[in-house]
Structures are given as C-alpha cells and as structure tokens.
C-alpha cells in the first residue's frame, strides 16, 4: 500500500510548511519526492504476509419463502389435569465460609514528603527511615557524592524530582539511576540544569544510564533541558500508563513544559530505547536533545500519535569519522 512520512516545519511564525514525501523501502541514496535523501536509508521490517481471506461475495442460498402446510392442529383438552403433588426437596444451602484473605489497600497513606541536599546526600538517602512510607521525594542540593541512584524499597514512592528553579547541578556525578517496580509512581521530574553532566558535549561516559522500567502507574516523564549529556544509555520501557514524555524546558510554577526551548538533553546518548509503553500517546523532544544520538528505537508504542523535534534535536552524529545515526520504529 502506499505510505508516506508527513514532515512539518515552521520556518518563520506561523508559516507552516508540510512535506508530504513517499515512504519507499530504500538501501541506496534515492531522494524522496524531490528532496536528497543522502543522509537516509530507510529499511522496512516486520511487514506481514500478504494473505488475506476473502469473505465470499455470492449471496447465501435463500431459503424458500413459501409457507410450510400446516399441520392439523388437534386443540388439547380444557381440563386441568390432577396435578401431582410436588414434594420440595429441603433448601438447606451450603456453608458459604470464605477463604481468608489479606485485604489489598485502597487508600495511599497520609503524603510524607522527604528533601535530600547539601554535602551528604549519600547518608541522608541511604539512612532514610520507613523508605516503603515515603510518597515524594525530592534531590535539591549538589549532590556531588552520589554517583549512583536506586529506588528498590520505596513502595508507596508516587512523585520523584531531580532539582529546584533556584539549584542547578542536583546530582553532578550521578552515573546510574534506576527507577524500576514502583508500584505507584505517576511522575517523574528532572528540572532543568539538574542531571549530571550537564554541560558536557563531549562523548558519553563508560557504564552511564538512566533505566525507568515496570512502572504500572508512571504518567508523565520529563527530562529538563541540559542534564545526562554524558550518559551513554537510556531505557524506558513497560511502563503500562505512561502518557507524554517530555526532552524539554520545564517550568515548576506554572507546571508548563516546552520543547521549543533549545537546550540539550543526552547530548552524546549512544542507546535509546523507548518500548513497550502501550498507552505513550506523546514524545517532545527540544532543541539540542539527543543531538548526536547512536541508534533511537521505538518499540510496541501502539498509541503513539505525536513526535515532535524542535531545530537540531536528534541531529545525528556529529562526527563525520563515526558511524550514522540510526532510528528504528516498530510496533507503532
């Protein structure tokens, strides 16, 4: 069938300009709808076999119309026959004894909120007291020691932020951070100026990256501009409710995000992987995002309706010595 890729680009305010440009299986230079495609090399995967039962056109059989003949119709007798007495058997029911069973909570408890800052950061986060209690937690200092990140433990974990409008540099050496199996997380916030790294345009650091996996209740992920430039891996997936995700300005009063802010996030990023969030309805990636990415799948996002990139987000390897970037879309 024929497909095509729908690009739109604002060149000055509200000059919208949509190009309309084939979408062809493709392995050698060939441009697209009179634009070069040199640096494109588009290969298509997955396509089913073309098989398809088709429903027979021929009308069924009609089934005649014609009115059976009656058959005599002998009226039964008007009596009312003696009825047999009608001995009902005792209604005795069955002891309904339930099985026990431990009650699943309905409620959340009451909000605890706990704020980890200035040169110790690591003891205060690690000598926490009831981490299953704590609902929200916030990283609002320099926290230079604390290079690796995980939040095993915090069952009732429902809001996790990185940073303040008025603190850059949160985590300055963070290497990892792993956010996986928090049952009732539904946001996560990076502020901006606040991931590791974030000044850093050089290539990525050995053994960085960010994982946010099997988070059933996760809603909204956003990543604010200048932060994990150096970290050479990102990982989202399985993330039930996961709705937008945001490479973009973050504005914590008005709660406002936007991408058309230039700033980069995962300058140098060598792997993303973006899978399996079967509800992800919005990607928005700023200027400067993933600049010089290595290879970006998309995976099993069946509800995905919008990616957009603002100017020089996802421009590709910068370096003309490394190897081409590479975008993979499956499952969309």
């Given at each position: 069938?024929?497909?095509?890729?729908?690009?739109?680009?604002?060149?000055?305010?509200?000059?919208?300009?949509?190009?309309?440009?084939?979408?062809?299986?493709?392995?050698?230079?060939?441009?697209?709808?009179g634009i070069?495609?040199?640096?494109y090399?588009?290969?298509?995967?997955?396509?089913?076999?073309?098989?398809?039962?088709?429903?027979?056109?021929?009308?069924?059989?009609?089934?005649?119309?014609?009115?059976?003949?009656?058959?005599?119709?002998?009226?039964?007798?008007?009596?009312?026959?003696?009825?047999?007495?009608?001995?009902?058997?005792?209604?005795?029911?069955?002891?309904?004894?339930?099985?026990?069973?431990?009650p699943?909570?309905?409620?959340?408890?009451?909000?605890?909120?706990?704020?980890?800052?200035?040169?110790?950061?690591?003891d205060?986060?690690?000598?926490?007291?009831?981490?299953?209690?704590?609902?929200?937690?916030?990283?609002?200092?320099?926290?230079?020691?604390?290079?690796?990140?995980?939040?095993?433990?915090?069952?009732?974990?429902?809001?996790?932020?990185?940073?303040?409008?008025?603190?850059?540099?949160?985590?300055l050496?963070?290497?990892?951070?792993?956010i996986?199996?928090?049952?009732?997380?539904?946001?996560?916030?990076?502020?901006?100026?606040?991931?590791?790294y974030?000044?850093?345009v050089?290539?990525?650091?050995?053994?960085?990256?960010?994982?946010?996996?099997?988070?059933?209740?996760?809603?909204?992920?956003?990543?604010?501009?200048?932060?994990?430039?150096?970290?050479?891996?990102?990982?989202?997936?399985?993330?039930e409710k996961?709705?937008?995700l945001y490479?973009?300005?973050?504005?914590?009063?008005?709660?406002?995000?936007?991408?058309?802010?230039?700033?980069?996030?995962?300058?140098?990023?060598?792997?993303v992987?973006?899978?399996?969030?079967?509800?992800?309805k919005?990607?928005?990636?700023?200027?400067?995002?993933?600049?010089?990415?290595?290879?970006?799948?998309?995976?099993?996002?069946?509800?995905?309706?919008?990616?957009?990139?603002?100017?020089?987000?996802?421009?590709?390897?910068?370096?003309?010595n490394?190897h081409?970037?590479?975008?993979?879309?499956?499952?969309?």
């Amino acid at each position: 069938d024929e497909s095509f890729w729908y690009m739109e680009a604002f060149v000055n305010p509200c000059e919208r300009i949509q190009f309309k440009m084939p979408l062809r299986a493709n392995d050698t230079t060939a441009n697209y709808a009179g634009i070069a495609g040199y640096a494109y090399s588009l290969e298509f995967e997955g396509a089913p076999a073309d098989v398809t039962t088709e429903v027979p056109t021929e009308a069924p059989t009609e089934v005649p119309t014609e009115v059976p003949t009656e058959a005599p119709t002998t009226e039964a007798p008007t009596e009312v026959p003696t009825e047999a007495p009608t001995t009902e058997a005792p209604t005795t029911e069955a002891p309904t004894t339930e099985a026990p069973t431990t009650p699943v909570p309905t409620t959340l408890p009451p909000a605890r909120s706990e704020i980890i800052s200035g040169r110790s950061c690591l003891d205060a986060f690690t000598n926490l007291e009831d981490i299953e209690m704590i609902t929200d937690i916030t990283f609002e200092g320099r926290c230079e020691d604390i290079e690796s990140l995980n939040f095993e433990g915090f069952t009732y974990l429902q809001n996790i932020t990185i940073g303040t409008t008025d603190v850059r540099n949160a985590l300055l050496n963070l290497k990892t951070l792993s956010i996986k199996g928090l049952e009732y997380l539904t946001e996560f916030i990076v502020m901006d100026d606040n991931g590791a790294y974030g000044n850093s345009v050089e290539a990525c650091k050995q053994d960085t990256s960010v994982i946010i996996e099997d988070n059933p209740e996760l809603v909204n992920i956003v990543f604010g501009t200048n932060s994990f430039n150096a970290f050479c891996n990102l990982s989202i997936k399985n993330n039930e409710k996961l709705k937008t995700l945001y490479f973009a300005s973050y504005d914590a009063e008005t709660g406002e995000k936007n991408y058309l802010v230039t700033g980069s996030t995962f300058y140098s990023v060598d792997s993303v992987v973006i899978a399996k969030n079967p509800n992800l309805k919005e990607i928005y990636v700023s200027g400067g995002a993933m600049k010089s990415f290595g290879t970006l799948r998309l995976e099993d996002l069946g509800s995905l309706q919008s990616w957009s990139i603002s100017e020089s987000g996802l421009a590709g390897r910068g370096n003309a010595n490394a190897h081409a970037a590479e975008i993979i879309m499956k499952g969309m």
